[in-house]
């Protein structure tokens, strides 16, 4: 069983020449209890990833681990399927 996936680092990126932030880079880690297992992500968080209305000094540092933590369920989540398999013959 896994444990809590938990930060091991977080960065800001700015633009140099406006100062305004472009993204955050959120490392998450997480390992089984026997350490035979482990995750080791890095989810850039961009700004179309915020709620609507925001930006990034607006939310705090712990409102964007969860972010980056929901793209990195949604990102490994199993998608379904197409059920169509037959070739698109229009």
Known sequence: MMNETQLSSFN????????KCLYAQV????????ST??????IRVKPDD?????DFMQLSM????????QKLA???AIKKENQN???NNQ
Do not use: M, R, W
Not at 37 to 42: C, D, G, K, L, P
Not at 50 to 54: D, H, I, Y
């Open 12 to 19: 800001y990126q700015f633009d140099t020449n406006t100062g």
């Open 27 to 34: 490392g998450l880690h997480n390992e089984s209890a026997d």
């Open 37 to 42: 297992e482990f995750v080791n992500a890095s």
């Open 50 to 54: 915020l709620p609507e209305g925001k």
């Open 62 to 69: 712990k409102d964007l681990i969860t972010i980056a933590k």
């Open 74 to 76: 949604a990102d490994t």
């Open 85 to 87: 398999t037959e070739p």
